[in-house]
Antibody, heavy 123, light 107 residues
Framework: EVQLVESGGGLVQPGGSLRLSCAVSGFTFSDHFMDWVRQAPGKGLEWVGRSRNRAKSYTTEYAASVKDRFTISRDDSKRSLYLQMNSLKTEDTAVYYC??????????????WGQGTVVTVSS | AIQMTQSPSSLSASVGDRVTITCRASQDIRNDLGWYQQKPGKAPKVLIYAASTLQSGVPSRFSGSGSGTDFTLTISSLQPEDFATYYCLQDDSYPLTFGGGTKVEIK
């Protein structure tokens, strides 16, 4: 079964750090680009960043709102994607989703999503 | 960053209605646009990619059109399970950006 399972969410104080994980099963993780997307309470979706695959040297992209604070990494041997979040702000409070990106018809599609993990930044 | 302006932000419609949602990009994004459906408490689901290509398993009442800066998602005959929030997402350039969402409610 194709599945993405996020973990690591929780309550953290402003300025703190948290590391999210996304465990993958049912497809060849190492072939794929992987994304993080978040959704603040009652708000819309916000793309957080992307990890490219080994063929693309595991390079990453980030939204401006998280650049220099968040780091995306992956361990293909563990079939896992990570989001290291530092210097957290109250506005980082959200449900965080990992998603698989596939290149189709010259475009990208986020075709498989996890169930999300909740991050709350509050004192 | 490319701004995606989605309209309307919400709409009320009846089962069987034809529904149209639009997304406008702040610059040319060719056909690099997807449409996603999200139901409360659930992860988003891709409906359309490359502006007009239906994702496998998605009912044919959903269709997408457009290129450049103006895009449309159409639901030809709204079904009870289609009441949800819909988002567009441009993947033409980084950072990827979502539209603000359209909540489709029951009239």
């Amino acid at each position: 079964e194709v599945q993405l399972v996020e973990s690591g969410g929780g309550l953290v104080q402003p300025g703190g750090s948290l590391r999210l994980s996304c465990a993958v099963s049912g497809f060849t993780f190492s072939d794929h680009f992987m994304d993080w997307v978040r959704q603040a309470p009652g708000k819309g979706l916000e793309w957080v960043g992307r990890s490219r695959n080994r063929a693309k040297s595991y390079t990453t992209e980030y939204a401006a709102s998280v650049k220099d604070r968040f780091t995306i990494s992956r361990d293909d041997s563990k079939r896992s994607l990570y989001l290291q979040m530092n210097s957290l702000k109250t506005e980082d409070t959200a449900v965080y989703y990992c998603a698989r990106s596939v290149a189709v018809a010259g475009s990208d599609a986020l075709d498989i999503w996890g169930q999300g993990t909740v991050v709350t930044v509050s004192s | 960053a490319i701004q995606m302006t989605q309209s309307p932000s919400s709409l009320s419609a009846s089962v069987g209605d034809r529904v149209t949602i639009t997304c406008r990009a702040s610059q040319d994004i060719r056909n690099d646009l997807g449409w996603y459906q999200q139901k409360p408490g659930k992860a988003p689901k891709v409906l359309i990619y490359a502006a007009s290509t239906l994702q496998s398993g998605v009912p044919s009442r959903f269709s997408g059109s457009g290129s450049g800066t103006d895009f449309t998602l159409t639901i030809s005959s709204l079904q009870p399970e289609d009441f949800a929030t819909y988002y567009c997402l441009q993947d033409d350039s980084y950072p990827l950006t979502f539209g603000g969402g359209t909540k489709v409610e029951i009239k």
